[in-house]
């Protein structure tokens, strides 16, 4: 019963967000939550305060308009004091641009009583990185900018 309750509240996240509804994402966060995406753009980085993390999230809405994802395969196992979630998805956005294009990615997530207290994203981030030069051709500041990190964090 546990897992399928997550994984509602998880795709209600990812529903919420399409929407450009960021607390729909950030609501679920436990205060420590640790929230990574790799790579080397300007999405890249380790956030661990709320504070970074929702500006993360307002810097991918800005970048990718209209982002939407189509939840592939999602799966919760483990305690709910233990519980560890993985989404395959594929987001859907227009750039700044215009320009429609799609890429898959993995979200694993550590949930800790239905908070989530690690996010590790792993994108195709070719494909972001084809969109957000896109971006900085049709002018938007923040497509080249240094990822938003917190002092001391690990890169990823």
Same mark, same amino acid.
């Given at each position: ?13 990812? $529903? &919420? +967000? &399409? ?9 679920? *966060? ?5 929230? #990574? ?6 999405? =890249? ?5 709320? =504070? ?7 810097? *991918?809405?800005? *970048? ?17 004091? $233990? =519980? +560890? ?6 987001? #859907?956005?227009?750039?700044?641009? &215009? ?25 195709? #981030? ?31």
């Amino acid at each position: 019963m546990h897992a399928f309750i997550a994984g509602r509240v998880l795709r209600r996240a990812f $529903a &919420g +967000l &399409g929407t450009g509804d960021i607390t729909a994402i950030t609501s679920r *966060l436990a205060d420590d939550c640790v929230h #990574t995406f790799v790579g080397d753009h300007a999405l =890249a980085g380790t956030r661990r305060t709320r =504070a970074s993390i929702t500006a993360w999230y307002e810097r *991918l809405l800005s *970048l990718l308009p209209g982002i939407s994802f189509d939840i592939r395969r999602l799966r919760v196992a483990g305690p709910p004091w $233990a =519980a +560890l979630a993985v989404a395959e998805w594929v987001e #859907t956005n227009s750039g700044v641009d &215009g320009v429609v294009t799609s890429a898959g990615g993995v979200n694993v997530m550590e949930l800790r009583w239905g908070r989530v207290t690690r996010v590790s994203i792993y994108a195709d #981030t070719a494909a972001l990185e084809r969109t957000l030069a896109r971006d900085a051709i049709a002018g938007h500041p923040d497509a080249l900018a240094a990822p938003i990190v917190d002092p001391g964090a690990p890169r990823w």
